[in-house]
């Protein structure tokens, strides 16, 4: 394992296309966002996050990326068809260190099912429990995502190796 987590190499593990459409849900500043639009240049991409400032501030970098393929939506995911994107409509979504803010892990999960097309990925890569940066807060375990998500109807295809602070995992949708 590398000690800080490379988004490149993790991404690397999906098998994607640039014609492909994809989405990061809980984009915060962005970071996988933007490499996944670097990926799927043919196709959309959406960084969706309920918070404004990381939107704004998204925007910016993605204009000095030239990034045309990439739309920034402001919405609460948790909520029912939270995201305001079409059922069955992309090829990829992205969970990246935002399962262990939610408290309604599962609400977010079935959004993910919900706008992923058959044979669909969602990557999962959040923060592991027994480290010093989640001293303080609850980490989403490892054990409850796959729980949560089998629970939804995602398929675990498989368990990347990641860095010493995260897990990663791939689902498909079944």
Do not use: C
Request: proline letters at 3%.
């Amino acid at each position: 394992m590398s000690q800080i987590i490379d988004i490149n190499e993790i991404l690397d593990q999906l098998k994607l296309s640039p014609n492909m459409s994809g989405a990061d849900f809980g984009t915060g500043p962005g970071h996988w966002a933007i490499e996944l639009a670097r990926r799927l240049m043919n196709g959309l991409v959406y960084a969706i996050d309920i918070q404004e400032s990381y939107l704004s501030a998204l925007k910016g970098r993605a204009e000095q990326n030239y990034l045309s393929n990439l739309r920034l939506l402001r919405r609460d995911l948790t909520e029912p068809k939270g995201s305001g994107l079409p059922e069955a409509s992309l090829h990829v979504v992205v969970l990246a260190n935002v399962l262990f803010q939610i408290e309604d892990k599962k609400a977010l999960l079935t959004e993910a099912y919900r706008v992923l097309r058959p044979r669909g990925q969602l990557l999962v890569v959040d923060w592991r429990q027994d480290t010093a940066v989640m001293k303080h807060q609850r980490a989403a375990l490892l054990e409850e995502i796959e729980t949560l998500a089998d629970q939804v109807g995602f398929q675990l295809t498989e368990q990347l190796e990641t860095d010493e602070y995260h897990f990663g995992l791939i689902f498909k949708k079944n």
